[in-house]
Protein backbone atom coordinates (compact mmCIF):
# COMPACT_ATOMS: atom_id res chain seq x y z
CA UNK A 1 0.00 0.00 0.00
CA UNK A 2 0.85 4.04 -0.04
CA UNK A 3 2.54 5.07 2.45
CA UNK A 4 3.32 8.92 2.82
CA UNK A 5 6.21 10.45 4.43
CA UNK A 6 5.77 14.65 5.61
CA UNK A 7 8.48 16.39 7.20
CA UNK A 8 9.29 18.68 8.75
CA UNK A 9 7.28 17.89 11.39
CA UNK A 10 7.20 21.39 12.35
CA UNK A 11 8.39 24.47 11.35
CA UNK A 12 8.51 28.07 12.55
CA UNK A 13 9.13 31.31 9.95
CA UNK A 14 8.95 35.01 10.25
CA UNK A 15 6.30 36.93 8.83
CA UNK A 16 6.88 37.67 4.97
CA UNK A 17 9.58 34.60 5.10
CA UNK A 18 8.99 31.42 2.70
CA UNK A 19 7.91 28.25 3.96
CA UNK A 20 8.54 25.29 2.23
CA UNK A 21 7.06 21.28 3.48
CA UNK A 22 7.74 18.30 1.67
CA UNK A 23 6.28 15.16 0.97
CA UNK A 24 7.15 11.69 -0.51
CA UNK A 25 5.51 8.57 -1.66
CA UNK A 26 5.86 5.02 -2.26
CA UNK A 27 3.59 3.75 -5.20
CA UNK A 28 3.83 5.20 -8.87
CA UNK A 29 0.06 4.59 -9.15
CA UNK A 30 -0.45 7.37 -7.48
CA UNK A 31 -1.64 10.22 -9.48
CA UNK A 32 -3.49 12.88 -7.32
CA UNK A 33 -1.73 14.94 -4.52
CA UNK A 34 -3.39 17.48 -2.34
CA UNK A 35 -2.61 19.68 1.06
CA UNK A 36 -5.06 20.33 3.52
CA UNK A 37 -4.77 22.82 6.40
CA UNK A 38 -5.86 22.38 9.54
CA UNK A 39 -6.47 24.96 12.12
CA UNK A 40 -6.66 23.82 16.03
CA UNK A 41 -9.95 21.49 16.81
CA UNK A 42 -11.17 22.04 13.20
CA UNK A 43 -11.82 20.18 10.15
CA UNK A 44 -8.96 19.57 7.64
CA UNK A 45 -9.41 22.26 4.37
CA UNK A 46 -8.22 22.08 0.92
CA UNK A 47 -6.09 24.44 -0.51
CA UNK A 48 -4.60 23.33 -3.37
CA UNK A 49 -3.79 20.05 -5.22
CA UNK A 50 -2.09 18.51 -8.32
CA UNK A 51 -2.56 15.83 -10.57
CA UNK A 52 0.25 13.81 -11.94
CA UNK A 53 0.16 15.51 -15.21
CA UNK A 54 1.38 18.62 -14.48
CA UNK A 55 5.04 19.58 -12.73
CA UNK A 56 3.94 22.26 -11.17
CA UNK A 57 0.31 24.88 -10.06
CA UNK A 58 0.50 27.94 -8.11
CA UNK A 59 -2.44 29.49 -6.68
CA UNK A 60 -1.44 33.01 -5.01
CA UNK A 61 1.03 32.82 -2.28
CA UNK A 62 0.77 28.91 -2.51
CA UNK A 63 2.44 26.73 -5.32
CA UNK A 64 2.89 23.03 -5.04
CA UNK A 65 5.33 21.39 -7.04
CA UNK A 66 5.70 17.50 -8.00
CA UNK A 67 8.69 15.11 -8.96
CA UNK A 68 7.02 12.04 -10.05
CA UNK A 69 10.87 10.19 -11.25
CA UNK A 70 11.49 10.99 -7.38
CA UNK A 71 8.31 9.90 -6.20
CA UNK A 72 7.87 13.89 -4.09
CA UNK A 73 6.37 16.82 -3.91
CA UNK A 74 6.34 19.87 -2.29
CA UNK A 75 4.49 22.57 -0.91
CA UNK A 76 5.78 26.65 -1.06
CA UNK A 77 3.74 29.20 1.01
CA UNK A 78 5.34 32.70 -0.02
CA UNK A 79 5.02 36.06 1.92
CA UNK A 80 4.01 34.36 4.76
CA UNK A 81 1.24 35.97 7.10
CA UNK A 82 0.11 34.61 10.62
CA UNK A 83 -3.03 33.39 9.91
CA UNK A 84 -1.17 31.03 7.49
CA UNK A 85 -0.51 29.07 11.22
CA UNK A 86 -1.64 25.97 10.98
CA UNK A 87 -1.10 22.54 10.22
CA UNK A 88 -0.45 21.30 6.62
CA UNK A 89 -1.00 17.78 5.85
CA UNK A 90 0.02 16.42 2.28
CA UNK A 91 -1.51 13.08 1.08
CA UNK A 92 -1.54 10.83 -2.02
CA UNK A 93 -4.33 8.91 -3.75
CA UNK A 94 -4.45 6.33 -6.99
CA UNK A 95 -7.76 7.60 -9.11
CA UNK A 96 -7.63 4.86 -10.98
CA UNK A 97 -10.02 2.56 -8.82
CA UNK A 98 -13.05 5.23 -8.94
CA UNK A 99 -12.85 6.76 -6.00
CA UNK A 100 -10.23 8.92 -3.95
CA UNK A 101 -8.74 6.93 -0.69
CA UNK A 102 -6.38 9.49 0.99
CA UNK A 103 -3.39 8.77 2.42
CA UNK A 104 -1.95 11.00 4.48
CA UNK A 105 1.50 12.14 5.59
CA UNK A 106 2.03 13.17 9.37
CA UNK A 107 1.34 16.41 9.33
CA UNK A 108 3.76 20.03 9.67
CA UNK A 109 2.79 22.28 12.29
CA UNK A 110 3.78 25.99 11.10
CA UNK A 111 4.01 29.00 12.99
CA UNK A 112 4.31 32.08 11.77
CA UNK A 113 5.75 34.63 14.11
CA UNK A 114 5.02 38.72 13.57
CA UNK B 1 -25.56 24.24 0.21
CA UNK B 2 -25.05 23.04 3.74
CA UNK B 3 -21.67 21.29 4.27
CA UNK B 4 -20.80 17.97 5.39
CA UNK B 5 -22.69 17.52 8.87
CA UNK B 6 -21.12 15.02 11.57
CA UNK B 7 -23.11 14.43 14.92
CA UNK B 8 -22.47 14.59 17.73
CA UNK B 9 -19.55 17.01 17.75
CA UNK B 10 -18.30 15.31 21.39
CA UNK B 11 -18.89 11.57 22.51
CA UNK B 12 -18.39 10.46 25.69
CA UNK B 13 -17.95 6.83 26.43
CA UNK B 14 -16.88 4.35 29.48
CA UNK B 15 -15.08 1.34 27.95
CA UNK B 16 -17.52 -1.49 27.07
CA UNK B 17 -19.90 0.90 25.80
CA UNK B 18 -21.08 1.55 21.81
CA UNK B 19 -20.20 4.72 20.04
CA UNK B 20 -22.57 5.56 16.55
CA UNK B 21 -21.04 8.59 14.97
CA UNK B 22 -23.38 9.76 12.06
CA UNK B 23 -22.54 11.55 8.98
CA UNK B 24 -24.84 13.73 6.54
CA UNK B 25 -22.58 14.38 3.39
CA UNK B 26 -23.20 17.37 1.39
CA UNK B 27 -25.80 17.47 -0.96
CA UNK B 28 -25.89 15.62 -3.99
CA UNK B 29 -22.81 13.72 -2.76
CA UNK B 30 -22.94 9.75 -3.11
CA UNK B 31 -19.78 9.21 -1.74
CA UNK B 32 -18.47 9.00 1.33
CA UNK B 33 -15.04 8.50 3.43
CA UNK B 34 -14.49 7.82 7.20
CA UNK B 35 -11.02 9.03 8.44
CA UNK B 36 -9.72 8.57 12.39
CA UNK B 37 -7.09 11.42 13.33
CA UNK B 38 -5.53 10.45 17.07
CA UNK B 39 -4.02 13.42 18.95
CA UNK B 40 -0.86 15.02 17.38
CA UNK B 41 -1.15 12.68 13.84
CA UNK B 42 -2.32 12.80 10.80
CA UNK B 43 -5.57 11.25 9.40
CA UNK B 44 -5.96 7.84 8.62
CA UNK B 45 -8.01 6.22 6.43
CA UNK B 46 -11.15 3.85 7.58
CA UNK B 47 -13.50 2.92 5.02
CA UNK B 48 -15.15 4.42 1.93
CA UNK B 49 -18.95 3.97 0.95
CA UNK B 50 -21.31 4.75 -1.31
CA UNK B 51 -25.24 4.30 -0.78
CA UNK B 52 -25.99 0.81 0.24
CA UNK B 53 -22.40 0.16 -0.64
CA UNK B 54 -19.00 -0.69 1.04
CA UNK B 55 -16.24 -0.45 -1.57
CA UNK B 56 -13.01 -0.08 0.62
CA UNK B 57 -12.90 -1.22 4.68
CA UNK B 58 -8.94 -1.57 4.11
CA UNK B 59 -8.78 1.11 6.57
CA UNK B 60 -10.89 -0.30 9.66
CA UNK B 61 -10.50 -2.78 12.28
CA UNK B 62 -11.79 -6.47 11.61
CA UNK B 63 -13.09 -6.22 15.20
CA UNK B 64 -15.50 -4.07 16.60
CA UNK B 65 -16.39 -1.71 13.82
CA UNK B 66 -18.43 -1.15 11.36
CA UNK B 67 -19.99 1.30 8.66
CA UNK B 68 -22.88 1.60 6.78
CA UNK B 69 -24.22 4.03 4.50
CA UNK B 70 -27.94 3.23 4.22
CA UNK B 71 -30.40 4.54 0.88
CA UNK B 72 -32.15 7.01 3.73
CA UNK B 73 -30.62 8.70 6.51
CA UNK B 74 -26.80 9.46 7.57
CA UNK B 75 -23.72 7.33 7.35
CA UNK B 76 -23.16 5.36 10.48
CA UNK B 77 -19.98 4.57 11.72
CA UNK B 78 -20.42 2.05 15.12
CA UNK B 79 -17.93 1.13 17.55
CA UNK B 80 -18.70 -1.60 19.85
CA UNK B 81 -17.23 -2.12 23.00
CA UNK B 82 -15.26 0.95 23.12
CA UNK B 83 -11.57 0.90 24.80
CA UNK B 84 -9.69 3.71 25.50
CA UNK B 85 -7.52 3.58 22.35
CA UNK B 86 -10.62 4.24 20.14
CA UNK B 87 -10.56 7.71 21.64
CA UNK B 88 -9.58 10.01 18.45
CA UNK B 89 -11.30 12.38 16.00
CA UNK B 90 -13.19 10.61 14.05
CA UNK B 91 -13.79 13.06 10.27
CA UNK B 92 -16.11 12.06 7.60
CA UNK B 93 -15.98 13.29 4.06
CA UNK B 94 -17.73 13.36 1.10
CA UNK B 95 -17.59 13.55 -2.70
CA UNK B 96 -19.74 13.95 -5.97
CA UNK B 97 -19.37 10.75 -8.19
CA UNK B 98 -15.99 11.54 -9.99
CA UNK B 99 -17.16 11.77 -13.52
CA UNK B 100 -14.72 15.15 -14.47
CA UNK B 101 -11.02 16.18 -12.89
CA UNK B 102 -13.14 18.56 -10.41
CA UNK B 103 -15.05 16.38 -8.87
CA UNK B 104 -12.12 15.05 -6.52
CA UNK B 105 -12.03 16.97 -4.09
CA UNK B 106 -13.64 15.51 -0.63
CA UNK B 107 -15.12 17.97 1.65
CA UNK B 108 -14.65 17.37 5.60
CA UNK B 109 -17.04 17.07 8.01
CA UNK B 110 -16.34 18.90 11.74
CA UNK B 111 -15.52 15.45 13.15
CA UNK B 112 -17.09 14.09 16.06
CA UNK B 113 -14.13 14.03 19.14
CA UNK B 114 -14.57 10.10 21.00
CA UNK B 115 -12.88 10.12 24.97
CA UNK B 116 -13.65 6.92 26.20
CA UNK B 117 -13.38 6.99 30.01
Known amino acids: GENVGQHPSTLSVQEGDSAVIKCTYS??????FPWYKQELGKRPQLIID?????GEKKDQRIAVTLNKTAKHFSLHITETQPEDSAVYFC?????????????FGAGTRLAVHP | NAGVMQNPRHLVRRRGQEARLRCSPM?????VYWYRQLPEEGLKFMVY????????ESGMPKERFSAEFPKEGPSILRIQQVVRGDSAAYFC???????????????FGPGTRLTVL
Open chain 2, 93 to 107: ASSPPPIGPGDNEQF
Open chain 1, 27 to 32: DSASNY
Open chain 1, 50 to 54: IRSNV
Open chain 1, 91 to 103: AASDLSGGYNKLI
Open chain 2, 27 to 31: KGHSH
Open chain 2, 49 to 56: LQKENIID
